[in-house]
């Protein structure tokens, strides 16, 4: 199968990056792939670097001064390459996808994949879902739901979970944790309880409410805490509430990091506490590790964990909320590693890269039908 994917993010890109790689990796021997997306992003630099797969510059914008150029070397390539199936991953590369592909007598079928909690009730979602969508993927329950209020309920809409290589994200032997934990941060770390977060450091990924409920701690309570967040460094403003908080010794900022689990290993308690998120591979990914997740109730983010069970959800923008959970935690630290094993036990069960990989291709290889 010849099989085209499509990302118009110029940048980092988050989820989608991780979601087109894992499909990439695990199918590159099985089929023919081609990746387009710009050349200045995360995914161009390293779909690039995997074996037998090709990587094209692409650029995906929303400007009709753009359209013509980009959608004229776009049908270029698909009548060279004669693609069976394009994957495309935002609305940006899906209107130029439908674009390219008008007055063709065979065209690829398209599957578009729903990858967050925008609004979808546009006209140029009217036009894209009758004209240039054979099946569409929601990434979890609360996106689907969202597709059967939009003009895509009269295709087919499959359900399709991010799956994680849980052998890639695995727990760490206490000694090893001891170990990172003192390379980071010196020694007499044992009382610390680390926090972390690998969905950057956008405001709508609520890592200032946390920094928020810390402060609302008296100082011997908070510097038992420590806050990692991984992504973009903030900028002035982010840093300044940070400092109006005085959570500038308990919050730290590596950066950008490709491979996050030796920083994960080295923690105690994941958290995504965003203001809408779809589902969450950084949730997964933690939970995969062996460590309990604080989330918010938004979007899918309810999906991926039971409340004090595997981990523990709260509204969202509500630092009080999470002080209440954080004092739970110093109330009893040892449970974290029961309920980190719980969440384990859960990525095993449910989080399957293998099952995620057999329903896209099925998708891949299912028949085009259209829902009355």
């Given at each position: 199968?010849?099989?085209?994917?499509?990302?118009?993010?110029?940048?980092?890109?988050?989820?989608?990056?991780?979601?087109?790689?894992?499909?990439?990796?695990?199918?590159?021997?099985?089929?023919?792939?081609?990746?387009?997306?710009?050349?200045?992003?995360?995914?161009?630099?390293?779909?690039?670097?995997?074996?037998?797969?090709?990587a094209?510059?692409?650029?995906?914008?929303?400007?009709?001064?753009?359209?013509?150029?980009?959608?004229?070397?776009?049908?270029?390539?698909?009548?060279?390459?004669?693609?069976d199936?394009?994957?495309?991953?935002?609305?940006s590369?899906?209107?130029?996808?439908?674009?390219?592909?008008?007055?063709?007598?065979?065209?690829?079928?398209?599957?578009?994949?729903?990858?967050?909690?925008?609004?979808?009730?546009?006209?140029?979602?009217?036009?894209?879902?009758?004209?240039?969508?054979?099946?569409?993927?929601?990434?979890?329950?609360?996106?689907?739901?969202?597709?059967?209020?939009?003009?895509?309920?009269?295709?087919?809409?499959?359900?399709?979970?991010?799956?994680?290589?849980?052998?890639?994200?695995?727990?760490?032997?206490?000694?090893?944790?001891?170990?990172?934990?003192?390379?980071?941060?010196?020694?007499?770390?044992?009382?610390?309880?680390?926090?972390?977060?690998?969905?950057?450091?956008?405001?709508?990924?609520?890592?200032?409410?946390?920094?928020?409920?810390?402060?609302?701690?008296?100082?011997?309570?908070?510097?038992?805490?420590?806050?990692?967040?991984?992504?973009?460094?903030?900028?002035k403003?982010?840093?300044?509430?940070?400092?109006?908080?005085?959570?500038?010794?308990?919050?730290?900022?590596?950066g950008?990091?490709?491979?996050?689990?030796?920083?994960?290993?080295?923690?105690?308690?994941?958290?995504i506490?965003?203001?809408?998120?779809?589902?969450?591979?950084?949730?997964?990914?933690?939970?995969?590790?062996?460590?309990?997740?604080?989330?918010?109730?938004?979007?899918?983010?309810?999906?991926?964990?039971?409340?004090?069970?595997?981990?523990?959800?709260?509204?969202p923008?509500?630092?009080?909320?999470?002080?209440?959970?954080?004092?739970?935690?110093?109330?009893?630290?040892?449970?974290?590693?029961?309920?980190?094993?719980?969440?384990?036990?859960?990525?095993?069960?449910?989080?399957?890269?293998?099952?995620?990989?057999?329903?896209?291709?099925?998708?891949?290889?299912?028949?085009?039908?259209?829902?009355?």
């Open positions: 199968m010849n099989i085209l994917f499509t990302n118009f993010h110029p940048g980092i890109g988050g989820g989608h990056v991780t979601y087109i790689l894992s499909l990439l990796l695990a199918m590159k021997t099985l089929h023919s792939l081609h990746v387009a997306c710009p050349q200045t992003s995360r995914l161009f630099k390293l779909a690039k670097d995997i074996r037998d797969v090709r094209i510059d692409m650029s995906f914008t929303t400007r009709p001064s753009s359209w013509f150029a980009a959608r004229a070397a776009l049908r270029a390539l698909i009548l060279k390459e004669k693609f199936v394009i994957h495309v991953n935002g609305s590369d899906h209107k130029q996808v439908m674009l390219a592909l008008v007055g063709l007598r065979c065209p690829p079928r398209v599957i578009f994949t729903k990858h967050n909690c925008s609004p979808i009730t546009s006209i140029g979602n009217h036009l894209r879902a009758f004209f240039s969508t054979d099946h569409v993927i929601a990434v979890s329950d609360h996106v689907k739901r969202l597709l059967l209020k939009s003009p895509y309920k009269h295709r087919q809409i499959s359900t399709i979970k991010h799956g994680v290589d849980i052998q890639h994200f695995s727990p760490i032997s206490t000694a090893k944790k001891i170990q990172l934990r003192t390379g980071l941060f010196g020694e007499g770390v044992e009382d610390k309880i680390i926090l972390v977060s690998a969905a950057g450091t956008a405001d709508s990924k609520g890592w200032l409410d946390l920094v928020e409920a810390l402060a609302l701690f008296e100082p011997e309570q908070r510097e038992r805490f420590h806050v990692i967040v991984i992504g973009e460094k903030p900028n403003s982010q840093y300044d509430r940070v400092l109006a908080c005085g959570g500038n010794a308990q919050v730290s900022f590596p950008v990091i490709d491979d996050v689990r030796d920083l994960l290993g080295a923690c105690d308690l994941g958290f506490l965003s203001y809408k998120e779809a589902l969450s591979f950084a949730c997964r990914e933690k939970m995969a590790m062996g460590l309990p997740v604080l989330v918010t109730r938004v979007g899918g983010l309810p999906e991926n964990v039971c409340d004090d069970h595997e981990g523990w959800i709260v509204p923008r509500s630092p009080e909320s999470i002080k209440e959970v954080l004092l739970k935690v110093l109330s009893n630290p040892s449970r974290l590693v029961a309920m980190g094993n719980l969440a384990r036990a859960r990525a095993e069960r449910e989080f399957n890269l293998d099952d995620f990989i057999r329903s896209t291709m099925s998708i891949y290889h299912s028949p085009t039908t259209i829902n009355s």
